[in-house]
């Protein structure tokens, strides 16, 4: 082994005992236990133990052996004495901490992400119960209140496709080279071999498989004493697109920590083709300084990166945001003193940089003061964060565009990540948006005042939100949190972004509506217990398919009561009321405003509200067209009415309805059903077909058959020409769902058709198409994540509603099947091009 190799191979190990003992400072004692004991656990296979698999399960760890503290603490945990001698062939290469670990970046949020290392010759099957191995022992780490998480790594993972899965933890296809950069810069050895990709000269990195080769011939090294995952000279292009999609998707929850990583994406970008990987930085820094200082920090270094690009392009503002994220990543309140020398070297770092960026005293005491920050301060903190996130991403869309390259990462995930960026980030009418994505731990206000101005006044007409009291100082003195033409939308906002609980005192200011103060403190006490606020995050499944209402809730008469204005009724007249909605000699609706607040299956909440002499019509129409023909009833139904009188029927008599006509969209399939419903003096017909539901006004019985007649026209309301006929039409009927672009194929033995689906749920047939679905699928989201179809005027808005793709398939049987489009990994050319249409862009469901 050459000399240079070896004061290399030296050095690592000294930082490496460096950065654990620095790691292991920062940690609870519980979570330094699992920090030191968990390699014995993957060593050795004992019943004794937690994660003991009975079956052959790769064990031992090359080049390891149990060190006294882990002897002595096994006793301590586990009463076990670790044997003297270790697996004969041990099987797993080498355990390495990836990611915050051991940085400045390593605070009290961080988890232990670890990767394990194995033979790509490893029979799949013992692959696996390693893997079960390894779950088992995460769960032993979460019953002490740590989060220890694995990733099983074949030694060549970064030599083939990338084939992985799109998880909560993994990325899936949408990052690939950029993982392998990250874990090069980040990593830690905890038990195994050294990572030679350190050893070898910075200057070789573009000729690295060959320069090792040669080491290898020449004897200079073991081939079998290093862990060898392959030189990183350039990342793809391809991946920047769907990097920045999972920085995005991650910045749903922690936008501090996303927002320095997505800039980071857009700074690779910027550079390329001549882009210089932050892992390049560090290998020339390790390879030509002898000490350990920021300079091999890899969240210092990340910061350094992104600071650069921002000053380049003279970005003062995103350059003051990420100084912010990396200040609140370190956890290092400096207005605050610390008794902890093992902090030290954090600070005297961040003490230096903060002289560097010339802050003042008073603003570091603001940031330490973030777990008490208000709604205002977290109004603006969110507004700069998404700000800065959405130009980071129309940025990286741009470079996609210019550099005409086809996403690497694959259709579903795609389709996937956007989906939930949609879901998070898109503010449309009706929607809540979600205000504090971690940034303020306690938004609780004490007060909360609703006011409401009528029509024809210096002011919009509608209800606005104040967190005063009614007193006009206060008020005068009070900027306004929010506005909306109805209330229960402000209400919904209050309690979902936590600033309503029970204690809050609600006043209200009322000059158009029926609404008095004791029934808006019910309807939002009503709310309160029984809407979901914490609910698990959505699934890919569910990511896949049209959303579906989950959770709703029903106030009734909250803005308007019929019944509020009348004499006051005896209460045995309350059991002979027989229609309440169409009540008395003019057939009177005694249901006035209706207020829907619902949480869908992709997890976003969304309002809907009603208030004329037809509501219950309009109300019933719109909440059923939210429902597409394959989707499960809503779990969860609560109603409410807040009347003067008769609330118990209107209750009843609305629940009913709703529960009948909720049954017939959900489960007409061949045939179609038409209700009546008086209501204002009016009939309705509500006409239910597998395509969804439409609304007619009935002035007579010939107005009914009339419609159902015209139905009748077609054996499919969709009208298509189809390889399968009818079934392909009953499919896609039952898939189709408002506010979404879908593209069904349609296989068949010399290829497929295409039916696309627009926002309006009208659909376009294209037969007999002979190319590839990969590019076709590519070559569609490039188009829609361009923004290229919108119009002029908003054609700067980031647009993450991409299309949904499915195949439909022939079983033996005969029957047919839709499932999620899922792409392959081998592309061939396409042979046929299909021009893509413009849609009119609407409200996505």
Not at 177 to 206: C, N
Not at 362 to 369: A, G, H, R, T, V
Request: charged share 25%.
């Amino acid at each position: 082994m050459s000399q240079e190799i070896i004061q290399l191979r030296n050095k690592a190990d000294e930082f490496s005992r460096l950065r654990v003992n620095s790691a292991l400072a920062l940690m609870r004692k519980d979570e330094a236990n699992v920090f030191k004991i968990f390699p014995i656990l993957l060593h050795l296979n004992e019943p004794t133990l937690p994660g003991y698999i009975d079956a052959d399960v790769p064990k031992g760890i090359c080049q390891f052996t149990p060190n006294e503290q882990q002897q002595s603490l096994s006793l301590q945990l586990f009463d076990f004495k670790l044997p003297d001698t270790s697996p004969a062939l041990p099987e797993i290469i080498g355990l390495y901490a990836m990611g915050s670990t051991s940085s400045i970046g390593q605070c009290s949020e961080s988890d232990l992400d670890i990767w394990v290392c194995y033979s790509h010759k490893l029979d799949p099957d013992r692959v696996e119960l390693l893997n079960k191995k390894t779950w088992e022992i995460t769960h032993w780490a979460e019953s002490l209140a740590v989060e220890l998480n694995f990733f099983l790594i074949p030694d060549n993972k970064f030599r083939v496709n990338n084939k992985a899965e799109l998880s909560d933890e993994s990325c899936g296809t949408s990052q690939h080279m950029l993982l392998l950069d990250e874990f090069y810069r980040t990593s830690l050895r905890v038990a195994g071999k050294r990572i030679l990709w350190r050893q070898i000269p910075h200057d070789h990195e573009h000729d690295y498989d060959d320069y090792v080769k040669k080491l290898y011939d020449n004897k200079q090294i073991e081939e079998d004493d290093w862990l060898d995952l392959g030189g990183l000279h350039s990342v793809p292009a391809e991946e920047l697109f769907g990097a920045t999609l999972w920085q995005l998707y991650k910045g749903i929850d922690n936008p501090y920590k996303a927002t320095l990583k997505t800039i980071l994406m857009e700074a690779y970008s910027w550079e390329y083709p001549n882009t210089e990987l932050i892992s390049t930085s560090y290998k020339k820094s390790f390879q030509e300084q002898h000490f350990y200082n920021e300079h091999l920090d890899p969240y210092c270094l990340m910061l350094s990166k992104v600071s650069d690009y921002l000053i380049s392009i003279n970005d003062l503002n995103r350059l003051e945001l990420v100084r912010v994220c990396f200040y609140f990543k370190t956890e290092e309140a400096l207005s605050k003193p610390s008794s902890s020398e093992s902090t030290s070297w954090r600070r005297a770092i961040l003490k230096n940089l903060i002289k560097q960026w010339g802050w003042t005293e008073s603003q570091i005491i603001d940031l330490d003061n973030r777990h008490n920050w208000k709604i205002r301060e977290v109004q603006q903190a969110n507004s700069l964060l998404l700000d800065a996130l959405m130009l980071s991403y129309s940025n990286l869309i741009k470079f996609a565009r210019v550099n005409n390259i086809s996403e690497s990462i694959s259709a579903e995930d795609i389709g996937i990540l956007s989906r939930k960026l949609y879901a998070a980030h898109e503010t449309l009418p009706g929607k809540v948006d979600i205000i504090n994505p971690n940034i303020s731990p306690n938004l609780i206000e004490k007060h909360l005042s609703l006011i409401q101005i009528p029509e024809h006044r210096k002011n919009k007409a509608g209800w606005y939100l104040y967190n005063s009291k009614l007193e006009p100082f206060e008020l005068a003195n009070t900027p306004c949190l929010g506005y909306s033409p109805y209330l229960s939308k402000l209400v919904a906002w209050s309690y979902v972004n936590g600033l309503y609980d029970e204690d809050t005192e609600l006043h209200l200011y009322n000059q158009g509506s029926d609404l008095v103060d004791k029934n808006l403190n019910q309807f939002a006490k009503d709310l309160y217990s029984v809407f979901p606020i914490y609910v698990p995050k959505a699934s890919d499944k569910a990511l896949s398919a049209p959303c579906a209402i989950k959770y709703l809730s029903i106030f009734l008469n909250v803005e308007k009561d019929p019944t509020r204005h009348w004499q006051d009724t005896e209460e045995s007249e309350l059991n002979q009321i027989d229609n309440v909605m169409a009540y008395g000699e003019h057939k009177e609706s005694l249901i006035g405003s209706i207020d829907f607040i619902y949480r869908n299956s992709w997890n976003e909440v969304r309002t809907l509200h009603f208030n004329s002499q037809f509501s219950v019509v309009e109300a019933l129409n719109t909440i059923l067209s939210k429902m597409h023909q394959d989707a499960s009833p809503p779990s969860k139904i609560d109603l409410f009415c807040y009347s003067r009188h008769f609330s118990e029927q209107i209750c009843n008599s609305f629940g009913k309805k709703l529960d009948e006509f909720i049954q017939l969209r959900l489960h007409t399939v061949h045939t179609r059903s038409v209700q009546t419903l008086w209501t204002g003096g009016r009939k309705f017909g509500f006409y239910f077909e597998r395509k969804g539901v439409s609304l007619q006004h009935l002035e007579s019985a010939v107005d009914i058959y009339s419609h159902i007649s015209n139905k009748k026209l077609s054996a499919s309301s969709l009208n298509l020409k189809t390889t399968f006929y009818d079934q392909t039409a009953d499919i896609i009927e039952s898939h189709i769902s408002e506010g979404l672009i879908q593209f069904f194929f349609e296989n068949h033995t010399d290829g497929f058709n295409i039916y696309i689906a627009n926002a309006e749920n009208e659909v376009e047939t294209f037969l007999n198409f002979a190319g590839s679905k990969n590019e076709f699928v590519q070559n569609v989201n490039r188009f829609y994540a361009s923004n290229n179809y919108l119009s002029d005027e908003v054609s700067e808005q980031v647009n993450f509603n991409l299309p949904q793709f499915y195949d439909i398939s022939l079983n033996e049987d005969k029957t047919l099947s839709l499932s999620p489009f899922k792409s392959s990994k081998i592309k061939p050319r396409i042979r046929e091009t299909l021009t893509v249409f413009d849609t009119n862009k609407s409200e996505p469901f």
